[in-house]
């Protein structure tokens, strides 16, 4: 979707606000807020994909003046309730329903402790050969959908450069609906600085990104 | 007679306290009293995410391809099986590719569409990297971006900005600096920071001894 988290580009900025000296968590709430995010998703209901896609969903302005973890915040409420997880009522009250049934978490802290080194591999084996070769110079699709898409605004309608091939992988503009992996070859396409940003691009620098094959066809 | 309920649509965390603490708080409450979440289990990745994982995972993995090119080939050609061979795996390094720097190129990592950062290695990624600011400029600037961090490069060296789009995890393995012939692994993961595996500082110098 062509919302504000899409930044690629964008001018207007001022300076990288680095912050000297700088803790994991600023203020013990970023840390629960860490946790609790990446614990809902246990219940299954969400995957990466959905899980970015609420994100983008916060209103522009929200989306640039929240912190990181209060966007955190706001999408693991906003996901949980419209999967059916909590209630609107639920998050009004602060507590649960009177009605609610309790449940048991899906994962224990042994359980989340043992999953943190296998993570969540988003390659699959796929049959299709892959469509394009290291080498080959490809464009960029130009149409867009509303949903959860990976090709950033301004690497749309560009000719690049495959400069490497990553296997097939889990296709979040299906995968964040839930829908299926509908996995894709993956490919690393190098862009030229010039070619994104015309003649007044900064000298000598290229942009690389994962582009999924169907964002793509042959150049030439 | 229907009525129409105020704010019917608007986004459910706007029903949540403004403060961020308070707002955090109250979520945790909820989710805790519906037996949704194990609080022991958040207290347990708090506890990894502040002590165990973090930038010195992966100066271990650089300080190893300098000093054994056995390794270093590994790296290059398989990141996710050689930085495992040092114990570190999984969740946001699922895929690992590792570029790096020479005399004539440059690299520097982005996720211009949200906050993708190869955690095993890193840790969670510093504030300044989920900025708007990083993620619009570095790709269009890289150069005026990297020069804010104290890095001026010449306009001979080419610069390859990585835009983390899919769940492949970029880390740069900076130049080895002259002069440090004699340290060991320990003494050269030292020198690797932070900035330097992200693409917007160099390795430190060693001290004159």
């Not at chain 1, 409420?77 to 649960?96: C, D, H, W, Y």
């Not at chain 1, 699959?124 to 080959?136: K, M, T, V, W």
């Not at chain 2, 930038?55 to 996710?80: C, F, I, K, M």
């Not at chain 2, 790709?139 to 900005?161: K, Q, W």
Request: glycine residues 10%.
């Amino acid at each position: 979707m062509d919302s504000v988290h899409d930044l690629g580009g964008v001018e207007g900025f001022g300076p990288i606000p680095v912050e000297a000296d700088e803790p994991v968590f600023h203020g013990t709430w970023e840390g629960r807020v860490l946790g609790l995010r990446f614990l809902m998703g246990f219940w299954g209901r969400w995957n990466i994909d959905g899980n970015r896609h609420s994100l983008e969903q916060l209103p522009p302005g929200d989306y640039l003046t929240m912190s990181y973890y209060e966007k955190w915040a706001a999408g693991v409420v906003n996901l949980s309730v419209e999967k059916g997880l909590i209630t609107r009522g639920e998050v009004r009250a602060g507590q649960p329903d009177a009605d609610a049934e309790r449940v048991t978490p899906p994962v224990d802290a042994a359980g989340v402790l043992a999953f943190l080194p296998k993570g969540r591999p988003s390659s699959r084996e796929i049959d299709a050969a892959p469509a394009f070769n290291l080498g080959d110079r490809v464009r960029t699709a130009r149409n867009m959908h509303s949903g959860h898409t990976r090709l950033p605004r301004y690497l749309r309608d560009r000719v690049g450069e495959i400069v490497l091939h990553h296997g097939a992988h889990v296709f979040p503009d299906i995968s964040f609906t839930m829908e299926g992996d509908a996995p894709q070859h993956l490919y690393a396409v190098r862009f030229d600085g010039r070619e994104i940003w015309g003649d007044e691009a900064e000298p000598g620098h290229c942009v690389t990104a994962d582009l999924w094959e169907s964002y793509l066809a042959p150049a030439d | 007679m229907t009525k129409k309920p105020p704010h019917d649509h608007s986004h459910p965390h706007t029903l949540l306290p403004s403060d961020p603490a308070l707002r955090a708080k109250a979520i945790e409450t909820l989710l805790v009293g519906k037996g949704l979440v194990d609080p022991a289990a958040v207290d347990a990745l708090v506890d990894t995410f502040s002590n165990d994982i973090g930038p010195r995972n992966g100066a271990q993995v650089v300080a190893r391809s300098w000093s054994d090119p056995d390794y270093r080939a590994r790296l290059l050609g398989d990141a996710t099986a050689a930085i495992a061979e040092l114990g570190f795996s999984g969740m946001q390094g699922e895929h690992m590719v590792a570029v790096e720097n020479s005399e004539r190129v440059h690299n520097v990592v982005v996720c211009t569409l949200c906050s993708c950062y190869p955690w095993p290695v890193l840790g969670l990624p510093p504030v300044w990297f989920k900025s708007p600011e990083y993620r619009a400029r570095v790709v269009r600037e890289p150069r005026a971006v990297i020069a804010e961090f104290g890095l001026e490069l010449s306009d001979d060296i080419e610069i390859r900005v990585w835009d983390s789009t899919a769940e492949i995890r970029y880390l740069v393995v900076p130049q080895r600096p002259a002069g440090t012939e004699a340290l060991d692994e320990v003494g050269l993961a030292d020198l690797v920071t932070r900035d330097s595996m992200i693409g917007t500082g160099l390795a430190m110098q060693p001290e004159a001894s």
